[in-house]
């Protein structure tokens, strides 16, 4: 989720675009740090509309996020689980989700795609994954529990308040986490090469 100051001006992501492109060097992005969900979005999202802010690194986003609520720094791309609380209480400003849709936590904030920014599309996920000699009978039982675990209705209710979203039962497959990762590879390599970023 892209969040600014609740004071920001700009009523909509368009007027957010136009803004900081106008003052593009004066533009402040905090980041969980290097190599970071927050940092690869922010890198992508300067690719994308072809401007270059101020990165700022932290030791996490919550940190960042109480300097975008004290106006210390201007936006930070926040997981939707901590982000949403903020967002509701009024305390910072959405210009949209990252994710493809819409999420079924907060089906009142448009995505960014919708919002302007066609294309542009960025999620922090979760998988299990176990050593490749792995048994086949392991990784089965494994993923069976994983799949009873997110079948059930209390941890759906936490993870849905969390802003969480469940892939559905047909992407719950060992098959279709590997896929998906290898989408994520092809889509994420590049660009970390090209901007030289290496985790510390």
Known sequence: MLIAN?????????????????????????????????HLTAVYFQNTLGARFQLVPYRGTPQVVQDVIAGQVDLVFEQASSALPQVRAGRVKTYGVTAKVRLASAPEISTIDESGLPGFYASIWFGLWAPKDTPKAAIAKLNSAVVEALADPAVRTRLAGLGADIPPREQQTPEALGAFQKAEIEKWWPLIKAAGIKAE
Do not use: F, R, Y
């Open 6 to 38: 609740s004071a920001t001006p700009a009523k909509d992501l368009k007027e957010l675009i136009a803004s900081l492109k106008s003052k593009a060097d004066k533009v402040t992005i905090g980041t969980a740090g290097p190599g970071s969900p927050s």
